[in-house]
């Protein structure tokens, strides 16, 4: 069964970065497309960032474009985001996700990931 599991928030000032991390185990982290996830209290759980089997397309919500960075390492069966520049409006929990395909694209939506982590909570103060 695969697992995930996340490290690497903490509570930030306004301008810090972070780097978070996914451990992937379980199955063939290189079969799996891959992507990061946050949620706010009350809101949605949002796309931040995705990347393919190959770690050769990314993809990024337009709230994080420039300051964020998700790569993986397919030797190490890890995942990272990390985060520079970071903004009040990035406090939330963030999940990382997996999904078995055969295809070599992004995976957008929520309900395209199969497994879930718990999760890692950034805050970041004013």
């Known amino acids: 069964q695969v697992q995930l599991v996340e490290s690497g928030g903490g509570l930030v000032q306004a301008g810090d970065s972070l780097r978070l991390s996914c451990a992937f185990s379980?199955?063939?982290?290189?079969?799996?497309?891959m992507g990061w996830f946050r949620q706010a209290p009350g809101k949605e759980r949002d796309l931040v960032a995705a990347?393919?089997?190959?770690?050769?397309?990314?993809y990024y919500a337009d709230s994080v474009k420039g300051r964020f960075t998700i790569s993986r390492d397919n030797a190490k069966n890890t995942v990272y985001l990390q985060m520079n520049g970071l903004k009040p409006e990035d406090t939330a929990r963030y999940y990382c996700?997996?999904?078995?395909?055969?295809?070599?694209?992004?995976?957008?939506?929520?309900?395209?990931?199969?497994?879930w982590g718990l999760g890692t909570q950034v805050t970041v103060s004013s």
């Open positions: 990347v393919t089997k190959s770690g050769g397309v990314t």
């Open positions: 996700a997996a999904d078995y395909t055969t295809y070599p694209t992004i995976a957008m939506s929520p309900n395209m990931y199969d497994y």
């Open positions: 379980g199955g063939t982290f290189s079969r799996y497309r």
